[in-house]
């Protein structure tokens, strides 16, 4: 069984740009979430979704914007892209909510120059 | 909202027994633990998960006392192999789950 794919893999952007990045959780996965890991330090949460909806949302400002379609898939889009957002960002899925625990992806490396 | 601390590093020499600590406060009373082991440039990866008294699975054990104030991963007999960052997780608020500073465990030969 395929575990939770994150594309693309690395990206590089420039400060003010827009970027979507990708997610598809594992087959029958309902939830997805979303952290930002800055080089050094922990995962920071961003947004969870579940059954299309969102249903939690981290301190990052208006810029980040996510969505979950019907399969469950999910994007993460973040606009005017700063040299602060350079990061791993990470997708996670779940059965329902973390309760069940997290399987990740392996990551979107982001730099931006 | 919950909070969580974990030493930041910490060194061990091969089949020793490492215990490592995350202190979380505020957590709900109905809420799982979990810990996740990280290698560089990899997702986060699951180990084990608790609600309390003690968990134990095929790599790890868990303790939880019954505050729930903290928890213990224990890794018995650690090898070069798990060399790594390992973090807790807890949910803070309804939909939010944070995870703990990380604590970097360094296996020596």
Not at chain 1, 14 to 38: A, D, E, N
Not at chain 2, 8 to 23: A, H, K, L, P, R
């Amino acid at each position: 069984d395929a575990g939770v794919t994150q594309s693309p893999t690395h990206l590089i952007k420039t400060r003010g740009q827009h970027v979507t990045l990708r997610c598809s959780p594992i087959s029958g996965h309902k939830s997805v979430s979303w952290y930002q890991q800055v080089l050094g330090q922990g995962p920071q949460f961003i947004f969870q979704y579940y059954e299309k909806e969102e249903r939690g949302r981290g301190n990052f400002p208006d810029r980040f914007s996510a969505r979950q379609f019907p399969n469950y898939s999910s994007e993460l889009n973040v606009n005017a892209l700063l040299l602060g957002d350079s990061a791993l960002y990470l997708c996670a899925s779940s059965l329902r909510t973390a309760i069940y625990g997290y399987t990740f992806g392996s990551g979107t490396r982001l730099t931006v120059v | 909202l919950a909070k969580t601390t974990q030493p930041i590093s910490m060194d061990s020499y091969e089949g020793q027994e490492v215990n490592i600590t995350c202190s979380h406060n505020n957590i709900a009373t109905n809420d799982y633990i979990t810990w996740y082991q990280q290698f560089p440039s990899q997702g986060p990866r699951f180990i084990i998960q608790g609600y309390k008294t003690k968990v134990t699975n095929e790599v790890a054990s868990l303790f939880i006392p019954a505050d729930r104030k903290s928890s213990t991963l224990s890794l018995p007999r650690v090898s070069l192999s798990d060399t790594a960052v390992y973090y807790c997780l807890v949910r803070s608020g309804t939909y939010k789950y944070i995870f703990g500073t990380g604590t970097r465990l360094k296996v020596l030969a």
